[in-house]
């Protein structure tokens, strides 16, 4: 056979038992998760199971996620002694490490405000010191996606858990390699490394929430 005369060929038995015995060649794919998209889903996962979170909006920009939303404070005594029926909360967060499909993130910048106050305001004032509630609302955004997100202590880390969902799809548990999460331009943008077509990923959750981009092989 020709296969067999070529194989006496020492470059090409070389080549052909290298390549035999590679656990799978790996492609390059783009990921792009639309998180605006995301808000009525955010509402019924997150906050309508909430007694406190009135509202909850993910944005991103110059590679950091962006949080912001009205929280109800009125079931704690020191908000009704001070009548206030409402916290708007921002913050923002940027990847650190992205490591066995787990992205970190470490909050940049985190502020609390009475929106009813347009000069001095003594929650935004307190809120630079005290961490109790900074710790509250986020514990409460977290709790609504336990299997996905954590909330470390430790520099005030968030962690996303993406095999949570890459399990959902049999065929390709195990099989994807996160390597880079860049959050820019109101998505997230994910590098990843697969032995097997990523497309099922996007047919499970649907284009609307996620599309997949083959970028080449390595």
Request: glycine share 4%; charged share 25%.
């Amino acid at each position: 056979m020709i296969l067999d005369e070529l194989l006496k060929l020492n470059p090409v038995k070389i080549f052909w038992e290298s390549t035999q015995s590679l656990p799978g060649m790996k492609s390059n794919y783009q990921a792009v998760l639309f998180l605006k998209n995301l808000e009525n889903f955010i509402q019924k996962k997150i906050v309508e199971p909430t007694e406190e979170l009135e509202s909850l909006k993910l944005n991103s920009k110059s590679g950091e996620v962006c949080l912001e939303g009205m929280y109800d404070p009125r079931r704690y005594f020191w908000a009704k002694i001070l009548r206030i029926k409402q916290i708007h909360y921002q913050a923002r967060l940027k990847v650190v490490d992205v490591e066995d499909n787990i992205v970190k993130f470490k909050f940049t910048a985190y502020s609390l405000d009475n929106p009813g106050k347009k000069k001095w305001d003594i929650i935004r004032f307190f809120s630079r010191f005290d961490p109790i509630h900074k710790k509250r609302i986020l514990k409460k955004i977290v709790r609504g996606f336990p299997n996905t997100l954590k909330l470390t202590p430790i520099k005030w880390e968030v962690q996303l858990n993406l095999n949570y969902f890459l399990n959902q799809v049999p065929s390709m548990a195990g099989k994807i390699h996160v390597i880079s999460a860049l959050p820019n331009e109101g998505n997230i943008y994910f590098g990843a490394k697969s032995s097997v077509i990523m497309k099922p990923l996007m047919d499970f959750f649907g284009p609307q929430y996620i599309k997949v981009s083959y970028e080449g092989d390595r």
